[in-house]
């Protein structure tokens, strides 16, 4: 079916904008809206011409024949540079080749931007989002310049996966010890400095060996790049994350064991805040970011982790339980 690509540019562009602002409205989660967007996109993309999608069918990697989605909304240094088709920065974040590449980055979006937006909140999981797209653009137009990584200024660049990379190097600096579950031969949980340092170091080997998969390895790195240093900046800043994320209600008292373990005023305040909150993402954030401020009861050692309904020392094992959660109380 061929659409215009005026009204093509116009649909991704509100595809690829719109899951930044819904959060703000609709007070959900941008995981979900982001996710949704890349679907309809691809859903775009199959109604403009199934027939050469990826260049080798519905499911199979690309041979070299674009989409006429891929050759507008694709993000190409020549485009971009010389004639400032601007819209392919953010567009192309939404276009994808084929279904394997579509669906391999929404399962490795979904996991990411999930555990980082019910962490620190949907402005930092935005800002990282659209950041590491860019800086990986950018990585990739200073290669095609200069020539170097193999990267020509005429290839169309589509896929979320710089953007993702942002997440995950937002990641790696904010949480890099804690565990997600993530598919690696098996799914189960990992740490997130072991996730996300191994695929950098697969992206970093395929950019020193040259590697021709037609795979954006420098835009990765590039995307990755952007998000540890705004993680950097999160932490120089001192920014813990936002108040409200999603309306499940809950309530918590901490108990005064766990308020003897504070180890400074800061720890206090966090445990005000959290007996005086009813958002469940909230408490859940907040009692993550108490582990920092509590002393073991047993080796005595500064930094606990929180688990479901109690603290647990790393070092010994030493466990000391919340006093009262509830959950799916009534929200104000």
Same mark, same amino acid.
């Given at each position: 079916?061929?659409?215009?690509?005026?009204?093509?540019?116009?649909?991704?562009?509100?595809?690829?904008?719109?899951?930044?602002?819904?959060?703000?409205?609709?007070?959900?989660?941008?995981?979900?809206?982001?996710?949704?967007?890349?679907?309809?996109?691809?859903?775009?993309?199959?109604?403009?011409?199934?027939? *050469?999608?990826?260049?080798?069918?519905?499911?199979?990697?690309?041979?070299?024949?674009?989409? &006429?989605?891929?050759?507008?909304?694709?993000?190409?240094?020549?485009?971009?540079?010389?004639?400032?088709?601007?819209?392919?920065? %953010? *567009?192309?974040?939404?276009?994808? #080749?084929?279904?394997?590449?579509?669906?391999?980055?929404?399962?490795? +979006?979904? !996991?990411?931007?999930?555990?980082?937006?019910?962490? !620190?909140?949907?402005?930092?999981?935005?800002?990282?989002? @659209?950041?590491?797209?860019?800086?990986?653009?950018?990585?990739?137009?200073?290669?095609?310049? @200069?020539?170097?990584?193999?990267?020509?200024? %005429? *290839?169309?660049?589509?896929?979320?996966?710089?953007?993702? +990379?942002?997440?995950?190097?937002?990641?790696?600096?904010?949480?890099?010890?804690?565990?997600? %579950?993530?598919?690696?031969? $098996?799914?189960?949980?990992?740490?997130?400095?072991?996730?996300?340092?191994?695929?950098?170091?697969?992206?970093?080997?395929? $950019?020193?060996?040259?590697?021709?998969?037609?795979?954006? /390895?420098?835009? /990765?790195?590039?995307?990755?790049?952007?998000?540890?240093?705004?993680?950097?900046?999160?932490?120089?800043?001192?920014?813990?994350?936002?108040?409200? #994320?999603?309306?499940?209600?809950?309530?918590?008292?901490?108990? =005064?064991?766990?308020?003897? #373990?504070?180890?400074?005023?800061?720890?206090? &305040?966090? !445990?005000?805040?959290?007996?005086?909150?009813?958002?469940?993402?909230?408490?859940?954030?907040?009692?993550?970011?108490?582990?920092?401020?509590?002393?073991?009861?047993?080796?005595?050692?500064?930094?606990?982790?929180?688990?479901?309904? /109690?603290?647990?020392?790393?070092?010994?094992?030493?466990?000391?339980? #919340?006093?009262?959660? =509830?959950? =799916?109380?009534? /929200?104000?």
């Amino acid at each position: 079916m061929y659409i215009p690509p005026p009204v093509l540019i116009g649909v991704f562009l509100i595809l690829s904008i719109s899951p930044a602002i819904l959060p703000w409205i609709r007070r959900g989660m941008f995981t979900w809206y982001a996710a949704i967007s890349i679907s309809v996109a691809f859903i775009v993309q199959l109604i403009v011409d199934i027939k *050469t999608l990826g260049g080798g069918g519905f499911f199979l990697p690309s041979s070299g024949t674009f989409t &006429e989605a891929v050759e507008v909304l694709g993000y190409q240094v020549v485009a971009v540079m010389e004639r400032m088709e601007l819209w392919r920065c %953010f *567009t192309s974040l939404f276009v994808h #080749l084929n279904t394997f590449h579509v669906l391999n980055n929404l399962i490795f +979006f979904i !996991i990411f931007a999930y555990a980082l937006e019910s962490r !620190i909140g949907r402005k930092v999981t935005i800002a990282s989002f @659209y950041l590491g797209g860019l800086i990986g653009e950018l990585l990739v137009t200073l290669a095609a310049l @200069y020539g170097v990584w193999g990267e020509s200024p %005429f *290839t169309y660049g589509v896929g979320a996966s710089g953007a993702i +990379f942002g997440i995950a190097g937002a990641l790696l600096i904010l949480y890099p010890r804690e565990k997600i %579950f993530f598919p690696i031969i $098996i799914f189960r949980k990992f740490r997130i400095v072991h996730i996300v340092g191994l695929y950098f170091l697969m992206d970093f080997l395929a $950019i020193v060996v040259g590697a021709r998969d037609n795979i954006g /390895h420098v835009a /990765h790195v590039g995307g990755m790049l952007g998000g540890v240093l705004l993680g950097y900046l999160i932490q120089r800043t001192g920014y813990e994350g936002e108040e409200t #994320l999603k309306p499940t209600a809950m309530s918590v008292d901490v108990g =005064e064991d766990v308020k003897r #373990l504070a180890t400074d005023d800061r720890g206090l &305040e966090i !445990i005000s805040l959290i007996e005086s909150s009813q958002e469940r993402e909230v408490i859940m954030i907040w009692l993550e970011k108490l582990g920092g401020h509590l002393r073991c009861p047993k080796c005595g050692r500064v930094g606990l982790r929180f688990q479901k309904t /109690h603290f647990r020392c790393p070092e010994c094992g030493g466990r000391v339980k #919340l006093k009262r959660v =509830e959950r =799916e109380v009534s /929200h104000p």
